[in-house]
T-cell receptor, first 113, second 114 residues
Framework: QQQVRQSPQSLTVWEGETAILNCSYE??????FPWYQQFPGEGPALLIS?????DKKEDGRFTIFFNKREKKLSLHIADSQPGDSATYFC????????????FGDGTVLTVKP | DPKIIQKPKYLVAVTGSEKILICEQY?????MYWYRQSAKKPLEFMFS???????DNQTASSRFQPQSSKKNHLDLQITALKPDDSATYFC?????????????FGEGSKLTVL
């Protein structure tokens, strides 16, 4: 049973549009949700994150909306740029001290100029 | 300059052989991890180490053995390789295991088992 799900698998937007990437989870014990960005041939890099006590987190063009009741969150990328084309992973941390993150399958974002 | 160095970047092995993946981090972190990324599964947690001690092991097979000779090293030995082991293996680190908000990944070692 996959504990973190992402949709869509792939998304194409035009430059300047807002890209919306969705994530849902199963485990109520998850308390922290980072989003990672990965370019081909590189490791994932932390983009933005949110704690379960918040419902929104902004960092420049990137915003996370979090709905704890529905166990859903979304990443909005405003004014998308071709350089944003990458794979985006939603991850979740359980209530442990071991550092384990559970990742979703990822969304491949393509931004067309 | 990369702060987490993984070697080799690419490797090809034959079924039944053994390989060691090297990881060194120069971030001064106390916690290190291994994750696996394959075509069929999402990025998957394997191990976490803190101060050179095993914190968590989510790998069912004993063929995967992490080795920490120094605080900033966490190598991964894989024995009796199988084609299903083909994946990119990522080393990562954070200041502490509870501080995975600042989790840094290396560039990965892509393993192909023939």
């Amino acid at each position: 049973q996959q504990q973190v799900r992402q949709s869509p698998q792939s998304l194409t937007v035009w430059e300047g549009e807002t890209a919306i990437l969705n994530c849902s989870y199963e485990n109520s014990a998850f308390d922290y949700f980072p989003w990672y960005q990965q370019f081909p041939g590189e490791g994932p890099a932390l983009l933005i994150s949110i704690l379960s006590v918040s419902d929104k987190k902004e960092d420049g063009r990137f915003t996370i909306f979090f709905n704890k009741r529905e166990k859903k969150l979304s990443l909005h990328i405003a004014d998308s740029q071709p350089g944003d084309s990458a794979t985006y992973f939603c991850a979740a941390r359980g209530n442990t001290n071991t550092g384990k993150l559970t990742f979703g399958d990822g969304t491949v974002l393509t931004v067309k100029p | 300059d990369p702060k987490i160095i993984q070697k080799p970047k690419y490797l090809v092995a034959v079924t039944g052989s053994e390989k060691i993946l090297i990881c060194e981090q120069y971030l001064g972190h106390n916690a290190m991890y291994w994750y696996r990324q394959s075509a069929k599964k999402p990025l998957e947690f394997m191990f976490s180490y803190s101060y050179q001690k095993l914190m968590d092991n989510q790998t069912a097979s004993s063929r995967f053995q992490p080795q920490s000779s120094k605080k900033n090293h966490l190598d991964l030995q894989i024995t009796a390789l199988k084609p299903d082991d083909s994946a990119t293996y990522f080393c990562a680190s954070s200041q502490e295991p509870t501080n995975t908000g600042q989790l840094y990944f290396g560039e990965g070692s892509k393993l192909t088992v023939l």
